[in-house]
């Protein structure tokens, strides 16, 4: 079998493993449901009712979204990639590369998180439709791209942690994927505010900005925010950020990149950490 064969039939595999898995028909249901929630309730806070347009849902799902993606794929990524050690035995045995049963099998989970997602995108794209019409579209499909690209970078960080733990017991790498998860999301950007409060106005401002770039998660938001809304998404902070990055190309080069070495670098350690694991 060559490499190419061997990728289509582990990404096959997987993608059918995970459809049939309980957690991933969970998650399809409960983004589903928060989304059609979101999509519903808009205008509750501010005394109105009725559905949301499209720009407004994307708005308030921006965060829904940085929560529970990176999440998801952490956590499916390591469950996946880490199987029991007769399993991995038995796979590695294959005189086929690891590094195409691993991109095979990413492959296929990515395949699966991705339309769990589009299960939950569009039925609040359906209700929405049908309810305020189609303005703010590109804002919504712009949302759905954010969390593709999340998925991404995260199933490939549960690669590289799961890439020394192959054949082994999964706790101790669901642990870490756990602990990543929460670095990324909460404690970054809380870690950041805190640093940046003991320096002057000028350093905290570049500090600030810089961990917004070097941080995917932060880097999907802005990227998503800024598309969505323009430069009122953050008030003052957008026109600082964008002074800082050169203006709205360079800061789509800048975020762009981020978002492109945490894909890339996870990805080339884990295969490299895969290939010297004696399984």
């Known amino acids: 079998m060559t490499a190419l064969g061997a990728l289509r039939l582990f990404a096959r595999q997987e993608l059918v493993l995970a459809v049939r898995s309980r957690w991933l028909q969970t998650f399809a249901i409960v983004f589903g449901v928060l989304s ?51 399993a991995a035995e038995l796979v590695y045995s294959q005189p086929i590369p690891r590094t195409a049963i691993l991109a095979g099998r990413l492959l296929g989970l990515f395949q699966a998180l991705v339309a769990a997602q589009a299960i939950g995108f569009g039925l609040a794209g359906l209700v929405v439709f049908f309810q305020s019409g189609d303005e703010g579209l590109i804002a919504f499909l712009a949302l759905g791209a954010a969390a593709i690209v999340l998925t991404a970078i995260f199933l490939a960080i549960a690669a590289l942690i799961a890439g020394g733990h192959a054949g082994r017991r999964r706790a101790r790498a669901l642990a870490i994927a756990l602990v990543v998860w929460f670095a990324a999301v909460v404690l970054f950007d809380v870690a950041a505010l805190g640093a940046a409060s003991f320096l002057r106005s000028g350093a905290a401002s570049r500090l600030l900005i810089v961990s917004v770039i070097v ?40 975020l762009g990149a981020s978002l492109v070495v945490w894909f890339v670098v996870p990805l080339v350690i884990a295969a490299r950490r895969l290939d010297r694991a004696d399984i």
């Open 36 to 86: 059609l929630l979101i999509a519903g309730s808009g205008y509750i806070l501010s005394g109105g009712s009725g559905v949301q347009d499209f720009a407004r849902t994307a708005v308030s799902l921006v965060q829904v979204v940085l929560l529970l993606v990176p999440l998801t794929a952490l956590m499916f990524g390591v469950l996946a990639l880490t199987p029991d050690r007769g």
């Open 215 to 254: 941080n995917p998660v932060d880097a999907v938001r802005t990227g998503s925010l800024l598309l969505i809304e323009g430069t009122s998404a953050f008030g003052a902070a957008s026109l600082a950020f964008l002074r800082f990055t050169g203006g709205a190309t360079g800061a789509a080069l800048w």
